[in-house]
T-cell receptor
Framework: AQSVAQPEDQVNVAEGNPLTVKCTYSVSGNPYLFWYVQYPNRGLQFLLKYITGDNLVKGSYGFEAEFNKSQTSFHLKKPSALVSDSALYFCAVRDRDSGGGADGLTFGKGTHLIIQP | DTGVSQDPRHKITKRGQNVTFRCDPISEHNRLYWYRQTLGQGPEFLTYFQNEAQLEKSRLLSDRFSAERPKGSFSTLEIQRTEQGDSAMYLC??????????????FGEGSRLTVL
């Protein structure tokens, strides 16, 4: 079985400061890892993904994430936060070796990111 | 708008009634997914289709739930004899074959169900 943990329900950051949203995962094989963002009353939007290769992945809106296999983590980061980054962020995992199983992603519970002006 | 569309956006019903949600995926996407999201939780996988074939169903999908994608285009999710525990946001997502292998799903804005 695969699972995702987002240990923080909420992260508060001042505008202009760097931000980190934490994610750890568990899969039996090798992971595909993703970050999605959800704005109020909107569907989830894809931000970035790690498939293979470089552990540092760059995505939309200046976000990036670092895959750390030894720590089974995939933390989301941004060097300088904007008020408009305030939203609900979900980390998700899929076991690339599951083969024949569901293509569905397993999501974490989400982290509310609040950027204060 | 060429994104994933869902209808209705909100549905309030009484316990025991049947409800049906519709999803229109992005036109060139052959895979379609249904997820359920409750307050404070991430989306939970329910089922997915490749074209008209339903390839996987989660254990969350009880026998009161049925999903169809008759012509490989739009999909419906029906809940029979609704219970208060069915209250949730039902999300639809689609992807192309390439996108599926790497997980880039395109989500609709969801259909929120409230069962009284």
């Amino acid at each position: 079985a695969q699972s995702v943990a987002q240990p923080e329900d909420q992260v508060n950051v001042a505008e202009g400061n760097p931000l980190t949203v934490k994610c750890t995962y568990s899969v039996s094989g090798n992971p595909y890892l993703f970050w999605y963002v959800q704005y109020p009353n909107r569907g989830l939007q894809f931000l970035l993904k790690y498939i293979t290769g470089d552990n540092l992945v760059k995505g939309s809106y200046g976000f990036e994430a670092e895959f750390n296999k030894s720590q089974t983590s995939f933390h989301l980061k941004k060097p300088s936060a904007l008020v408009s980054d305030s939203a609900l962020y979900f980390c998700a995992v899929r076991d690339r070796d599951s083969g024949g199983g569901a293509d569905g992603l397993t999501f974490g519970k989400g982290t509310h990111l609040i950027i204060q002006p | 708008d060429t994104g994933v569309s869902q209808d209705p956006r909100h549905k309030i019903t009484k316990r025991g009634q049947n409800v049906t949600f519709r999803c229109d995926p992005i036109s060139e996407h052959n895979r379609l997914y249904w997820y359920r999201q409750t307050l404070g939780q991430g989306p939970e996988f329910l089922t997915y289709f490749q074209n008209e074939a339903q390839l996987e169903k989660s254990r969350l999908l009880s026998d009161r739930f049925s999903a169809e994608r008759p012509k490989g285009s739009f999909s419906t999710l029906e809940i029979q004899r609704t219970e208060q525990g069915d209250s949730a946001m039902y999300l639809c997502a689609s992807s192309s074959r390439a996108g599926t292998n790497t997980g880039e799903l395109f989500f609709g804005e969801g259909s929120r169900l409230t069962v009284l």
